[in-house]
């Protein structure tokens, strides 16, 4: 498994503009190129018995695996993900993927606790990754201390004629801003999230991030929850590295 070697050199609030070998982080990684330790896959809404049996199925895989990534599970349980990291970290990982990203994403009161009760237990130089991102949520999620996200979501929305721009998924069907093949829908939502991501560094370098944030949020309901949960619950989280001016 790796150690990442990954610096931080900035923050702006909780997000972290980092240094990951030549890169800069946050950044969009190809999903097949992840090596991934194996886990048990559990549903994000299940009885407290199963996620407990999940993560420590999960804990049990990972141990004996040399991969980068590992997953953290823990289902709807904060305190079960944090168990998830924090052995996970044990164990070696300095690289840890969000699982059920998709499900947080429409459940944005949990996403929160979840991703600030992560972020505030971890090492600092442990990356928070995720795999499956819309661009309008990469701000946020950012701002939050996720380090990394995939494009996996290109490939998903691509194939099912779904276009990405940076405040919007678009299903073509019903919007029609072009024809693409599949090749190209994929290509042209991975470019998507490579700008928005771009986007995110130059805003934490400028100091301007909750701008970004607070921009994108009135893309959807769940954005503007997550963002009012955030401020409404989590002012220490979010004041630890916020400057007073």
């Not at 093949?181 to 998507?192: F, G, V, W, Y």
Request: proline fraction near 5%.
């Amino acid at each position: 498994m790796s150690k990442t070697g990954y610096q931080i050199k900035l923050h702006d609030g909780p997000a972290r503009l980092g240094l990951l070998g030549d890169s800069e982080t946050p950044l969009l990684v190809k999903y097949e190129k992840m090596e991934i330790a194996p886990y048990e896959t559990i549903p994000h809404n299940v009885p407290r018995e199963i996620a407990e049996w999940g993560v420590t199925e999960t804990l049990e895989m990972a141990s004996e695996s040399d991969s980068e990534y590992a997953f953290i599970h823990g289902s709807r349980y904060t305190d079960l993900r944090v168990r998830c990291a924090l052995e996970l970290e044990e164990i070696g990982f300095r690289k840890l993927i969000v699982a059920n990203m998709d499900e947080l994403l429409r459940r944005p009161m949990e996403m929160v606790r979840i991703l600030t009760g992560i972020r505030e237990a971890i090492k600092p130089e442990t990356m928070l990754c995720s795999t499956f991102s819309p661009p309008a949520f990469i701000p946020l999620l950012a701002y939050m201390g996720v380090d990394v996200f995939s494009d996996a979501a290109a490939e998903f929305y691509g194939m099912i004629n779904v276009l990405f721009t940076e405040t919007h998924t678009y299903p073509l069907d019903t919007y029609r801003l072009g024809s693409y093949s599949k090749d190209e829908l994929i290509e042209r939502n991975r470019l998507t999230l490579d700008l928005v991501l771009r986007e995110v560094r130059e805003h934490i370098k400028n100091g301007t991030l909750r701008n970004l944030v607070e921009e994108r949020a009135a893309s959807s309901p769940q954005n503007m929850s997550a963002l009012r949960t955030l401020d409404h619950e989590m002012q220490e989280f979010l004041q630890k590295y916020t400057p007073l001016y």
